[in-house]
């Protein structure tokens, strides 16, 4: 008997757009159809809504580096409150037109305290961090840990750490050994 019998094949395949990846994967048993697969979306976050003390110096920081990581669309949308009492806000788009698209957008609250949280943005690669560091430490970005390798992370963890000009903790990362979820 074949090592193969009996057993399950995996089959998975991506297919990219513009907003997002769609992932289609099934185990497929012996005589089954690829037709029959299960399609899984893979776009992992919508948006990230940070808050700021001041609103002018986030749009000048954030206008930098936001733009290199694909948030190629910014927008400002004053307060819907009629009376002036609510909060702006300020959107980086990802995307545009009539296409769904992830976004970063900023709400001002001048009472505002960061907190330990970190928001990690994607790099394909070593020198995408690298260049992306530059541009960050140009715009007056604080707290500069990096880029380095990263031993206690996971093997070929490639990063740069640092904060916006209010504290904000961010950073800019390469896996070149993916984690894979078992």
Same mark, same amino acid.
């Given at each position: 008997? #074949? ?6 094949? *995996?089959?998975?395949?991506?297919? $990219? ?7 289609? !994967? ?7 159809? %690829? ?22 110096? !986030?749009?000048?920081?954030? $206008?930098?580096?936001? #733009? ?9 949308? #004053? ?16 995307? $545009? ?35 992306? !560091? ?9 707290? %500069?840990? $990096?880029?380095?390798? *990263? ?18 903790? %961010?950073?800019? *990362? *390469?896996?070149?050994? #993916?984690?894979?979820?078992?």
């Amino acid at each position: 008997m #074949p090592r193969s019998a009996g057993r399950q094949s *995996c089959f998975a395949q991506a297919s $990219g757009s513009e907003t997002g990846f769609q992932l289609v !994967a099934q185990a497929i048993e012996p005589g089954d159809k %690829l037709s029959d697969a299960v399609t899984m979306k893979t776009r992992c976050f919508d948006h990230i809504d940070l808050r700021v003390k001041n609103m002018e110096t !986030a749009k000048r920081f954030y $206008g930098k580096f936001l #733009p290199q990581l694909g948030f190629v669309h910014e927008k400002h949308e #004053p307060s819907p409150d009629q009376e002036g009492l609510g909060e702006d806000f300020h959107t980086f788009y990802s995307a $545009g037109g009539d296409k769904p698209s992830e976004f970063f957008g900023f709400t001002q609250d001048k009472s505002h305290q960061p907190n330990g949280t970190r928001i990690a943005f994607w790099a394909d690669t070593r020198d995408e961090v690298d260049r992306i !560091a530059k541009i960050v430490r140009d715009a007056g970005g604080k707290n %500069l840990e $990096g880029p380095e390798i *990263c031993v206690d992370y996971s093997p070929g963890y490639y990063a740069f750490f640092f904060e916006d000009p209010e504290g904000n903790k %961010l950073e800019i *990362c *390469c896996r070149e050994s #993916p984690i894979i979820a078992e």
